[in-house]
């Protein structure tokens, strides 16, 4: 059963909760501490893009077609639209030679403010290189072309790059892949239903991947890399992928997915977590990220202080009156 992990305070009351899932696993698989049910079921959402993003290491695609590790983090992303995210994605499509048309994604805003307030000022529509997902499409274009698979069904779970990346999903989520609960993601592309403690164990492998075969390992490696190196190609500004990262200066892997999902892989501790709030919200997210990895003993107070905004944003109304604040209040058992 979902436990409160946060609550909005206005003045002297209490004026709302979120309620939600944690689940703490170490590299062994053992489960370290949890809140709720962690063994919960839920869609896996874009917390799983790093792990998708093994084929394009795996299949040798980084060096055929000359992709970076900059490109590479933005495989693992849920961008927020700005200029360099899209001129990344249209770089990586013309590497590989196909045309922006062949991306499945869909399209919407900029999740930036400045990025799409330029196109709606411009009196432009967004395209498919503007979506957060636009990143991981083109990773997968990558790997379609390294292996020659078709272009034009490639989000369709038959297409055999999808076959490809739901074995390798149950692969190193440790889950029998037959019980893996398969919908339709935003962008869609299959999405993967898991215990939330399989989507810690996975990121407890991405902060330390050596139980894992050597050619995995290094490939693990290779991404986890690409991502605390370009922070910025994960998320964007003011994005708490990327704010994590840079502050935790190479030991934090953290990716969020939508309503109210996010991993994060602790490297010196071997650690991974997963939140789910119960109701979808990312209002209540952040705070209890930031206070999982300071009951963890993830981060120092000067990490801390950098973070607050993140931890324990403040509620304020129109006027831009302070009435609030939003606070984790659960205890890791």
């Known amino acids: 059963m979902a436990e409160v992990l946060v609550e909005i305070r206005r003045g002297q009351l ?72 899209v001129d990344t994605v249209l770089e990586i499509l013309r590497k590989i030679g196909v045309e922006q048309k062949e991306l499945r994604c869909g399209s919407h805003l900029p999740y930036n403010k400045e990025a799409s307030a330029k196109i709606v000022q411009g009196g432009q529509s967004p395209t498919s290189v503007h979506c957060n997902c636009s990143g991981k499409h083109s990773g ?39 019980e893996i609960v398969v919908g339709i993601d935003g962008c869609g592309v299959p999405v993967y239903g898991l215990p939330v403690y399989n989507w810690a164990l996975a990121y407890a492998f991405l902060a330390d991947p050596t139980k894992l075969e050597e050619s995995r390992k290094e490939a693990v490696e290779t991404i986890t890399d690409a991502m605390v190196q370009f922070p910025e190609m994960v998320g964007g500004s003011d994005r708490i992928c990327t704010d994590l990262m840079r502050v935790g200066k190479g030991n934090l892997i953290a990716k969020a997915g939508a309503e109210g999902v996010y991993c ?13 709030m ?14 999982t990895l300071r009951q963890l003993g993830a981060l120092d107070d000067q990490q801390l202080e950098e973070l607050k905004h993140h931890h324990l944003p403040e509620n304020r109304n129109h006027r831009k009156d302070l009435c609030g604040v939003v606070k984790p209040i659960f205890k890791l058992k």
Not at 264 to 276: E, P, S, Y
Request: proline share 6%; hydrophobic share 35%; net charge negative.
């Open 14 to 85: 209490v004026e709302s909760y979120h309620r939600g899932h944690i689940a703490v696993v170490n590299s062994d698989g053992e489960l370290v501490s949890s809140v709720g049910d962690p063994n919960f079921l839920s869609y896996w959402r874009s917390s799983a893009k790093p792990i998708q993003a093994l084929p394009v290491v795996e299949s040798g695609a980084m060096e055929k077609w000359g992709i970076t590790k900059k490109e590479l983090a933005l495989f693992c992303a849920s961008h927020s639209g700005e200029d360099f995210h």
């Open 278 to 291: 119960e109701d979808g919200s990312p209002r209540g997210r952040g705070p209890a990220v930031i206070e």
């Open 264 to 276: 994060v892989g602790i490297k010196d501790k071997k650690l991974g977590f997963a939140i789910k």
């Open 140 to 178: 997968m274009l990558v790997v379609c072309k390294e292996k020659g698979y078709p272009l034009d069904d490639y989000t369709e779970l038959k297409h055999p790059l999808q076959k490809e990346l739901l074995d390798v999903i149950a692969d190193f989520c440790k889950y029998p892949k037959e």
